[in-house]
């Protein structure tokens, strides 16, 4: 199995600040088919399900803001808040797809400092 | 319109089977490059991707469960199921189905969830 290491556990910020979150996985994920990362990035609120943001590494899923971005590439991925909001107080997942299982970092808890 | 949403029990004694199903609309298992898959979290932890089901009835397990899990589509009925053998209370968790639109995303639409419970 591909292990997804997130780091940090959690983080706290600034309204208004950036956040950085990142994602490290133990082999490659880069799909030589269509040269491009099977990386996720997910946004889990309490007591819902999680939310796709990006795929591709750095494609950002439909309706989610811009100040959101990910970036990377082979095995070490970062998922990028601009100028953090109230509303992205979430738990972040990273998910890599590349291969069966389809295997998730621990997790990543982002509040306001 | 796509939704998805699981119901099956809410409690499962131990060494039990647990059935769920997923209920989906919005979209077609047939014919058609989707995928439909189980993702599990137990309580404060993270995401186990459990098994999915393609169009073509290509079917896909964690290894770790492989001999434990079953995944079946039903395409008449718009659903798919889980079935999961000698339940223990380590599966506790809030089990999720999802869709994914194969080979271009990761599983974009997710159900709320239902939560399982393993106890005698």
């Known amino acids: 199995d591909i292990v997804m290491t997130q780091s940090p556990d959690s983080l706290a910020v600034s309204l208004g600040e950036r956040a950085t979150i990142n994602c490290k996985s133990s082999q490659s994920v880069l799909n030589s088919s269509n040269n491009k990362n099977s990386l996720a990035w997910y946004q889990q609120k309490p007591g819902q399900p999680p939310k796709l943001l990006i795929y591709?590494?750095?494609t950002r899923e439909s309706g989610v803001p811009d100040r959101l971005s990910g970036s990377g590439s082979g095995t070490d991925f970062t998922l990028t808040i601009s100028s953090l909001q109230a509303e992205d107080v979430a738990v972040y997942y990273c998910q890599q797809y590349y291969n069966t299982p389809q295997t998730f970092g621990q997790g990543t808890k982002l509040e306001i400092k | 319109q796509i939704t998805l949403k699981e119901s099956g029990p809410t409690l499962v004694k131990p060494t039990q089977t647990l059935t769920l199903t997923c209920t989906f609309s919005?979209?077609?298992?047939?014919?058609?490059?989707?995928?439909v898959g189980w993702i599990r979290q137990p309580p404060g932890k993270t995401l186990e991707w459990l098994a999915v089901v393609y169009w073509n009835d290509d079917k896909r397990y964690s290894p770790f469960l492989k001999n434990r899990l079953t995944i079946t589509k039903d395409t008449s009925k718009n659903q798919v199921l889980l079935t999961m053998t000698n339940m223990d209370p380590v599966d506790t968790a809030t089990y999720f189905c999802?869709?994914?639109?194969?080979?271009?995303?990761?599983?974009?639409?997710w159900g709320q969830g239902t939560l399982v419970t393993v106890s005698s």
């Open positions: 999802a869709h994914r639109q194969t080979l271009t995303k990761p599983f974009d639409y």
């Open positions: 591709w590494a750095s």
């Open positions: 919005g979209f077609s298992l047939s014919p058609s490059a989707v995928g």
